[in-house]
């Protein structure tokens, strides 16, 4: 299995596809009323949405896929070895980058903080589970 940027593509594809769907659980059953209530979605809103599902849906996919490989190259480029350091290493991006920069949306466009709560929750949970995929499948059938 080649590898792209030093990534096995395949364990790329896997963690950013455990995020996506990991982003279904949270948002369309999980927290899907209060997520919405929160957003104060017009009803424009819901119909472009409605009407451009399946393009949403492929652009989320990218971008789970996107920041999977820039996790697993960033745990790769640190020497980041074992179970337990990448989990600590994905938290500490994820909060020092990730929740710090949602942050705003509660400080400047006075967001409601469950909203904050809610976006920053899944992705500190989404980092850690991409995190496990990729400490254990990164060596998965790629030979250095």
């Known amino acids: 299995m080649p590898r792209l940027f030093g990534l096995n593509i395949i364990t790329t594809l896997i963690a950013g ?27 424009e809103q819901y119909q472009y949405a409605e009407a451009n599902m399946g393009p949403l849906m492929g652009m989320g996919f990218l971008i789970a896929l ?7 190259f960033v745990l790769r480029k640190m020497g980041v070895e074992g ?10 991006l994820c909060f020092g ?3 710090l920069t949602q942050l705003y ?3 400047y466009a006075l967001a ?3 909203l904050f709560y809610i976006d920053a929750s ?3 949970v989404g980092f850690a589970i991409m995190a496990v995929i990729h400490s254990l499948l990164g060596n998965w059938m790629v030979k250095d």
């Open 112 to 114: 409601p903080m469950a």
């Open 105 to 107: 949306g509660p400080v």
């Open 83 to 92: 179970l337990v350091d990448a989990i600590k290493m994905a938290l500490v």
């Open 17 to 43: 596809f455990a995020l996506w769907m990991l982003g279904y659980v949270w948002y369309g059953v999980i927290f899907t009323e209060s997520w919405e209530a929160l957003q104060n979605f017009t009803p």
């Open 66 to 72: 996107i920041s999977s490989g820039f996790l697993g």
């Open 122 to 124: 899944y992705q500190v």
């Open 97 to 99: 980058f990730v929740v």
